[in-house]
């Protein structure tokens, strides 16, 4: 024992109504490997010290942690709490009951697979947002407030004006009260962690409207003067490239396309991985979102809906829905031309990846998000999707400890919380997960939580699931 150490010993670290988790192998980012047999003091809703104790437990709670592994909570960067799974606007519409079941589950079915902090990247509904803020069991949320476009551009524009306009407030363009610096003051005012835009060419048959470069500068060092890291929507070629052009701070969806791309291809064209290198170079967070994809095919494999977890985190009468025929109807619409269900699994999963797995093996910055609902498909529950994104990560070749990287220190850097969250370090917010399995073995140890301590609040896993 060293010199400091006795006299941590001598002065006593616990305090009467501490919780003590005991013999337990902590596994955090921040270190290069897990460390055995450890305790870790909670103290109200923040960690105490980490340690060997010394001395007697009495007057404290003991969670005993032999044999088991203690992580950070889990932070999904891209989420969209207002946005429903599995359910068209007419359906939920028609059944408010089935929806206000959801929407009550929803913050327990993240907690449920780990998941203590979200972060909603454009807001639609700020009193949703309020009330998850106020629920009893529910991850801490972040935002990144209204999302940003031009005026007209991707996501609107799949909305009816003037509705669109009320919907995205942040619309930029020459009105008073759109210029990118109004526009970041409003989402720095509502106390955002972020700011998303959006470039999204669309299809080159009928391209969208975009913003000019001189504008997405404009908004960057805007976000930036107010410490607000700029997250943009790109999925294609053109759009990373424009990333890059920007120095945006990362890219929210991996590249998934460019012209010339075969579903099935797994051989990135050299001017993709140029670009990827670039975006490595300049240290851009690579938000990869694989379920946006993964989840189409997902409609179309066979006992998708049957999965035990499933129910864990959806209502049974909402999942009983999606089950049912009319629950289909995505799947319906995505499939018009009735290909083979392997044909549209093959379109959607092979090779959308490959330029993940690039960067991921090139020790790329990674952030983590899964884009909780990308679309109203029951294939993206909350909490679960985040499951399926961390499993979809390492079957593209991430390593499981650069993944609980991603998912916990990465995510917290980049949304500024780090000082409280991302890590198992005194002086850290108490949100943390024992587990039975070993996550650096692999990711699906963290579907073997058995305890989530939020800001020092115990919950067995159970307590979290849809009743
Ligand atoms: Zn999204």
Request: include cysteine; charge should be negative; charged fraction near 20%.
């Amino acid at each position: 024992m060293s010199g400091v150490w006795a006299l941590v010993a001598l002065a006593g670290v616990l305090a009467p109504g501490d919780l003590v988790i005991r013999h337990v192998t902590v596994v955090s980012a921040e270190r290069d490997a897990p460390r055995a047999d450890t305790d870790v003091v909670i103290r109200g809703e923040r960690i105490a010290w980490v340690g060997a104790l010394a001395e007697p437990t009495d007057g404290t709670t003991v969670l005993d942690g032999t044999g088991r592994y203690l992580v950070p909570g889990l932070i999904d960067g891209h989420v969209h709490l207002a946005a429903l799974p599995g359910l068209s606007g007419a359906q939920a519409a028609a059944m408010p009951e089935t929806v206000a079941a959801y929407f009550e589950q929803m913050p327990r079915s993240y907690l449920y697979f780990g998941f203590t902090t979200v972060v909603d990247v454009n807001v639609v509904e700020p009193a949703l947002l309020a009330r998850v803020r106020a629920a009893d069991l529910a991850p801490e949320v972040l935002d990144c407030g209204g999302g940003v476009m031009v005026a007209n551009g991707y996501p609107m524009l799949n909305r009816p004006a003037p509705e669109r306009f009320h919907r995205y407030p942040n619309y930029l363009d020459a009105t008073e009260g759109h210029a990118p610096e109004d526009v970041v003051a409003r989402i720095a005012q509502g106390g955002a962690s972020c700011v998303k835009a959006f470039y999204e060419p669309g299809p080159p048959s009928a391209p969208f409207p975009l913003p000019s470069l001189a504008t997405m500068q404009a908004l960057r060092d805007a976000a930036h003067r107010r410490r607000l890291p700029l997250l943009l929507h790109a999925n294609s070629l053109e759009a990373h490239r424009f990333a890059v052009a920007l120095s945006a701070d990362a890219v929210a969806h991996g590249l998934w396309n460019w012209s010339g791309f075969e579903g099935g291809a797994r051989e990135l064209p050299p001017e993709v991985r140029a670009l990827l290198d670039e975006e490595r170079r300049l240290g851009l967070g690579y938000m990869a979102t694989l379920r946006v994809m993964s989840s189409v095919a997902d409609l179309f494999t066979p006992g998708f809906l049957d999965d035990p977890r499933l129910a864990k985190v959806l209502p049974p009468a909402f999942l009983a829905f999606c089950r049912s025929p009319a629950g289909r109807w995505l799947a319906d619409e995505t499939n018009e031309e009735g290909l083979p269900s392997e044909q549209i699994r093959a379109l959607y999963r092979d090779g959308r990846q490959a330029a993940f797995t690039y960067m991921a093996g090139r020790g790329a910055r990674l952030l983590f998000g899964s884009d909780t609902p990308s679309d109203a498909t029951y294939a993206n529950p909350p909490g679960y999707n985040g499951f399926l994104e961390l499993r979809a990560m390492e079957q593209a070749g991430a390593t499981p400890r650069q993944i609980l990287q991603a998912a916990t220190l990465e995510n917290a850097r980049f949304f500024g919380i780090d000082t409280r969250a991302g890590s198992v370090e005194p002086g850290k917010l108490a949100n943390l997960l024992l587990l039975r399995e070993d996550p650096l073995a692999s990711t699906g140890a963290f579907d073997s939580l058995e305890t989530v301590v939020l800001r020092g609040r115990v919950a067995a896993r159970e307590r979290l699931a849809a009743r």
